[in-house]
């Protein structure tokens, strides 16, 4: 290969993977892979490569409740850090982006449980349409370049953050299995030794992440789902450099996020896209896109998620409980809104805890999640990129 050559591909590969859309596009590739592969004549190899074991556990069940402890590690340092340092440090910032996450979440809650009102076996379902996934809805966003206002790229950024605090605590109350208490309080233990060593001033990772990994065997033995590990562990990585400092930069959060980052956006999500997206429409059948699952999930994206967020901040702004986002119209408050739609991650991952014991509930949610989260993808950017600019 000419030198040439050599220097530019790095040069590129750097680039892409330093763009804002890079890891939503990714996303949308693995998911993709995921339909063709459960939808091709060798669909049973598809099956067979997520279900095979390694060691005690399917890949299935290595990606969810392994690999995604490592993006819920990464969750939990991005609501530490805004909350400390970035868009959430005082309450009238978080006033605007907080409400906002909060009507978009219990609308469409609201809405899947009146399409299954009267199915208690899928009412477990509520939360499935809660969730906003921030890497989709931020990809669309920055495809769209300057024809969105910084402004309103810095409110869906809280606004998704405090989303998936929201889609945490939702997980860790109403979908914990039976307890083992034994399990649950080694777990309590660990995060109070982690909760020590940070008073002790403690500054190098390492032994947070080695107590970090007990911390996840026993939360997983102990009917919590496994990713709250990861929430916890961040919750108690320090966010200052020094004992007692006030420096972000160079801090263990910091760094660890940093390092995080392209792991969560390039190997956990499109791994858990994959493993998770792949769908047998032959098998759902045409029933399968009007029954109350599919109806709910989509819905409850699709109208509850624009509904929620537009009614909420509409409500913050005219009341003076919080201002506007700076030069951004209303169109382009509502074309933000519908990207709040875009549920896919933790959309999937909230229906693969609610109907673990009902597999076939499953595939519902699955085409649910994929038709709220592909139209709102797709009306939300055409809104955006025909909205008319405020004048300065």
């Keep these: 290969m000419p030198l040439s050559a050599r220097r530019i591909l790095p040069s590129m590969l750097r680039r892409f993977m330093d763009s804002e859309s890079s890891g939503g596009l990714v996303l949308m590739a693995c998911a993709a892979l995921a339909l063709v592969a459960a939808n091709a004549p060798s669909a049973a190899r598809y099956t067979r490569l997520i279900e095979a074991h390694l060691g005690p556990m399917s890949v299935l069940e290595w990606t969810n409740d392994g690999l995604m402890v490592v993006f819920f590690l990464l969750v939990g340092l991005e ?109 309590a233990a660990t995060a109070v030794l982690l909760l020590a060593m940070n008073r002790l001033g403690v500054r190098h990772l390492t032994p947070y992440l080695v107590v970090g990994v007990a911390l996840w065997f026993f939360v997983l033995r102990s009917g919590v789902h496994a990713t709250i590990a990861g929430v916890v562990l961040a919750m108690t990585v320090p966010a200052e450099s020094k004992a007692g400092g006030r420096e972000e930069a160079g801090s263990p959060l910091h760094r660890l996020e940093t390092t995080l980052a392209p792991w969560a956006a390039f190997l956990v999500l499109p791994i858990f896209a994959f493993c998770n997206a792949g769908v ?52 382009q408050v509502y074309g933000v809104a519908l990207l ?17 014991p009902t597999p076939e509930f499953q595939a519902d949610t699955k085409i649910g999640v994929l038709m709220g989260s592909i139209l709102s993808a797709c009306v939300g950017a055409a809104v955006l990129r025909f909205a008319p600019r405020p004048k300065a």
């Design 340 to 356: 709040c739609g875009v549920g896919f991650t933790m959309s999937l991952f909230i229906g693969l805890l609610a109907f673990a």
């Design 280 to 331: 047998a429409f032959g098998e759902a059948g045409v029933a399968a896109l009007t029954n109350p699952v599919t109806l709910g999930v989509a819905s409850g994206l699709f109208f509850g998620k624009q509904a929620g967020v537009l009614g909420s901040v509409w409500l913050a702004i005219k009341s003076g409980l919080a201002s506007r986002p700076t030069r951004a119209s209303w169109t």
């Design 79 to 187: 609501i530490k850090r805004e909350v400390l340092h970035g868009q959430l440090r005082t309450w009238p910032s978080r006033a605007l982006p907080g409400l906002g996450a909060l009507g978009g979440m219990v609308v469409p809650a609201l809405i899947y449980v009146a399409f299954n009102l009267h199915q208690p076996a899928t009412l477990r379902g509520w939360a499935i349409p809660s969730a906003t996934d921030i890497a989709f809805a931020l990809g669309v966003l920055s495809l769209l370049g300057n024809r969105v206002p910084s402004s309103l790229k810095v409110f869906l950024t809280a606004l998704a953050v405090l989303d998936d605090l929201g889609a945490v605590l939702i997980i860790a109350v109403f979908y914990t299995g039976q307890l083992s208490m034994p399990m649950l309080g080694l777990a």
